[in-house]
């Protein structure tokens, strides 16, 4: 029987989302497969619709697994998140189609940064948003980020690790936001590179605050040279929200497009 999970986790004190070996650090797909091989009792591996890096949260990552253990969805939901520790937990669980793929078969994925726009470093958030003391002005960050969208090469906000075939991506939606202290910057695409969402965040925050005009970004995209766009903004303000799936695959609405 195929699963599909939606799971909840804060990045901060792991390695990334994929599993690097018995003796490597810790990573969230390890954690949770060893909480899925104790609650099946057998071994799970599992497949999730998009990587994280070290220090990156998800809201609802999505993964798929393969088990002949007879479990209700609400047994594999409670019984794994009982084994998971605090920082990680299993929000759903849905028996799906053999033939679903928590990546493959993703249409889009959307990923929000968040960051506190003040003088002085955030204490009680400090984990979970970014920290930028420079005034910002989100509505030009917002102007200038529009020319990202569509189908373009992202060479200029991929790092120099990615491993994809190709930068070309379909960017659906980018928005960036003020409320108060806190700026958002929330991005939709088919897909993302290596380092793609803080990449274009580095770069924003230079129109924000002043330091680049507003059509430096659509140059940037043009020019396809990482070295002269921004700094790689840290992780710990980055979210990765949802996958979202066609309906025929029944899964909760949150996921669904």
Do not use: K
Not at 28 to 56: F, H, K, N, P
Not at 154 to 175: E, G, K, M, W, Y
């Amino acid at each position: 029987m195929r699963y599909a999970l939606g799971v909840e986790y804060d990045g901060g004190g792991f390695q990334g989302w994929q599993g690097l070996g018995p003796s490597g650090p810790p990573t969230v797909q390890a954690t949770l497969e060893r909480a899925l091989s104790s609650v099946a009792d057998q071994e799970i591996t599992v497949s999730c619709a998009g990587r994280t890096d070290a220090g990156v949260h998800a809201e609802c990552q999505v993964v798929h697994f393969d088990s002949t253990a007879e479990r209700d969805p609400r047994a594999w939901t409670l019984g794994v998140t009982g084994r998971l520790p605090p920082t990680v937990c299993v929000r759903w669980c849905v028996p799906v189609d053999g033939s679903f793929h928590a990546r493959f078969s993703a249409r889009a994925r959307r990923y929000r940064y968040t960051l506190v726009n003040r003088p002085v470093r955030p204490a009680l958030y400090r984990t979970t948003m970014a920290w930028e003391r420079r005034p910002l002005d989100a509505d030009a960050m917002h102007r200038a980020a529009q020319a990202l969208l569509g189908e373009n090469d992202f060479s200029a906000f991929r790092t120099v690790h990615c491993q994809a075939p190709h930068a070309r991506r379909n960017l659906q939606d980018i928005q960036v936001r003020r409320s108060g202290e806190t700026v958002s910057i929330e991005v939709q695409a088919n897909a993302f590179l290596h380092h793609m969402v803080r990449n274009i965040v580095g770069s924003l925050l230079e129109v924000g605050a002043g330091a680049q005009d507003e059509g430096w970004i659509a140059r940037l995209l043009a020019g396809r040279d990482r070295t002269l766009a921004g700094p790689t903004a840290p992780p710990q303000g980055l979210v990765f929200l949802r996958p979202l799936y066609p309906a025929e695959w029944g899964l909760p609405s949150e996921v669904t497009l």
